[in-house]
């Protein structure tokens, strides 16, 4: 997922109200330069970098954002897991249960890792499925291999008894080495592998519906045994004589999972089925603990629980079930501690690890792994700032004299958190709630909720909302429906709703699928859609303005940059991207630098867009770039920090001449002074 930065607050401005639509364009007035508040004519200095992750979560362990794959080394007391959004593999102490390091890969990018441990040496391995890698990793020394090439493949087990490695790739298994030379081959093709050390034995999960039985040291085949018909077999697991595979059933578009136990002396299958899909499963002392609500895609989190990981607890050898453990948001992997009667759940919604009591299901402990920065809100009375915290703990953090406390709940996972200045309110949209919730900014009262009148979202195909402040109205993007509607926040009536014929609702699994502005002087309301590679148009009851669209721009097929529209409001210009645009949708330019714009300051005639700047060697990172607002000419620049694959996000308080950047992935903030108050 590539994200590039966002406006987070509204500007300074406050634009009076206009009851009709009309076609005004309006031009920037180039003598503001001299009107402004601010003296601009010093460079852009970083006044100071607040370690916002240090002091939300009171450790120096670095941010690791989308967690999942906990694994255990029971020998060692320590709990492994990965971060998609970063680079680390993240170290828990399973004495105390506290996060107590982390082992740079070396990695950069989007990264799905799937790791495995060797008991008895202690080493890892992990794959990177993007790019179909798997690499031996050393912990102590944090010593990374050159990556064995996998294509095809993806599933692999370790024999922590002879150090061989069994890994997936195209129709084949590659037996290797400690080192990962390889040292044998099995033909077929297959799904997910599992060897056994105490049996040297290792099971084999086929594409078409049977487990293949090998010798591990011989690699002969020693046994078959068929699955029943109409399931895709997707995860393995096994016990002593029992062998339990979770499926998905066919055809693959229905919901729900089906946990098969093949028993391999009688052969014998015992299905139990669900209504939500299944992930991997671990048994433990005559029990298995199976992931429910599993995501096989990005946005696949379909439980009624505001898309909560459930832990079905089922009997080893009935299949009878027995209980469930709920879980946190969007749980995507578990492991299991017997001796200490202990369950992990990473939960990749909220990058944290819930330590759970085994037999009563209760939580002991919650340890957060990140501190994510998406939004920033500027309190206009003192400087204050609302950050919102989706990835790092579903909440809203409030930052004052460099001290981080709780915000009030934003509701189940906030997708956009917006200033309101003129009712002095902050409002966010939670996602999987499908409502908007707010509190007072200068005595955070929370303010009642507000519904939007449609289901709670199942999918993580992200929302995201703007405000008309001027007429007390939100339009939240619901890519999820295919749909933008409009909610009266002062009496939670619905004030209209617009269907985007043609969204494919079904590859709605990605960020920025449809995005929203909002210009404040005209009362209307423009939808992007990257999809379609167009740009609507309606009035503030989202009825269609006929003849105002743009079908002009590229289409994209998965997910598109976070708010790419920024409305310039009373200059009538509205900005898609670097593109500049008129009124009625037609663009007639782009900024000189930068990909999109996060601010204006139209007492200084200033506009601020981000570039994004990527050196022959070494991480890319960002600049904020100042133009005039009239002109479009640069007039200032700053470097920012390094980034890999989440872009910042800003804040700005004109007032005392501030500007802040927020780094998703470190959840670092940059404090910077733009202008000194005259």
Known sequence: MTRLPFAAI????????????????????????????????????????????TLSRGTTVPSMAKIRSP??????????????????????????????????????????????????????????LESALLYRLDPVTQQRSAGLELRGGGAFSVDSSTGRVFAVAQSEIKVLDEALAQVGSIAGTFRDIKVVPETARLYALTTT?????????????????????????????????????????????????????????????????FEENLGPSQVVDGKVYLLSGY??????????????????VLDAVSGEHLSTIRGGLQGEGIAVAPESGTLYLANTGEST??????????????IDTATTIEDIVVRPSDGALVV???????????????????????????AKTLLDPKAGTVRSLSHYGSTVSGFALETLAPLPEVGLGEPPLRKDALSTMALDTQRGRAYAALPELGKVVAIDLASGAKMGETILTGFDKERADGPGLLQVAVNQTLGRVFVLVPQLGKILAFDGSL???????????????????????????????????????????????????????????????????????????????????????????????????????????????????????GYFETGHLDELRIGMPR
């Not at 109200?17 to 852009?44: F, N, V, Y």
């Not at 519906?209 to 018909?229: G, H, M, Q, R």
């Not at 989706?390 to 009030?408: F, I, T, W």
């Not at 960002?622 to 804040?651: A, H, K």
Request: with cysteine; proline share 5%; net charge negative.
């Open 543 to 661: 009825q269609p303005l006929s003849g105002v669209e743009n079908a002009s721009l590229p289409k994209t097929r998965g997910g598109a940059a976070l708010d790419s529209l920024f409305s310039d409001d009373d200059a009538g210009r509205l900005y898609v991207g670097k593109a500049v645009c008129d009124m009625q949708l037609q663009c007639s330019g782009e900024l000189p630098e930068g990909e999109k714009v996060v601010a204006i300051y139209p007492e200084g005639n200033r506009l601020y867009a981000v570039a994004v700047v990527k050196p022959a060697s070494g991480p890319s990172h960002e600049q904020l770039v100042e133009l005039e607002r009239s002109t479009l000419t640069v007039t200032r620049r700053f470097d920012l920090q390094p980034i890999d694959t989440v872009g910042s996000t800003f804040g700005f308080d004109f007032q005392r001449g501030l500007a802040f950047a």
């Open 71 to 128: 694994v255990l080394d029971a020998a060692r007391k320590r709990l492994y897991f990965s971060a998609t959004l970063s680079p680390y593999i993240g170290v828990v102490d399973t004495e105390r249960d506290e996060l107590v390091g982390a082992i740079d890969t070396k990695l950069r990018g989007y990264v799905s890792r799937q790791i495995a441990v060797n008991t008895e040496s202690g080493i890892l391995y992990f794959m990177y």
């Open 388 to 414: 919102r915290n989706r990835l790092g703990g579903n909440e809203l953090l409030l930052v004052k004299d460099g001290q981080v406390s709780a915000a009030p709940a934003p509701g189940n996972w906030p």
């Open 353 to 366: 690890i819930q330590v759970m009591d085994l037999a009563s299901g209760n939580v002991r402990k919650k």
């Open 209 to 273: 519906s049977s487990i293949k039985v090998f010798d591990s040291a011989s690699l002969l085949e020693t046994d078959s045994l068929a699955l029943p018909a109409g399931l895709a077999p997707r995860f393995l697991s096994v016990s002593g004589t029992k062998l339990y595979v979770t499926c998905e059933p066919l055809p693959k578009q229905q919901r729900g999972g089906v946990l098969v136990i093949v028993d391999q002396d009688s052969q014998a299958t015992t299905q139990v089925a």
């Open 295 to 312: 995501p096989y895609t990005a946005g696949c989190l379909p439980n009624e629980d505001g898309a909560r990981g459930l832990v079905e």
């Open 10 to 53: 509204a500007v300074a401005a406050v634009l009076s109200a206009c009851g009709g639509e009309d076609k005004r364009t309006g031009t920037p007035d180039a003598s503001a330069s001299d009107a402004g508040g601010l003296d601009l004519s010093g460079e852009i200095t970083r006044v100071q970098t607040l370690a916002l992750d």
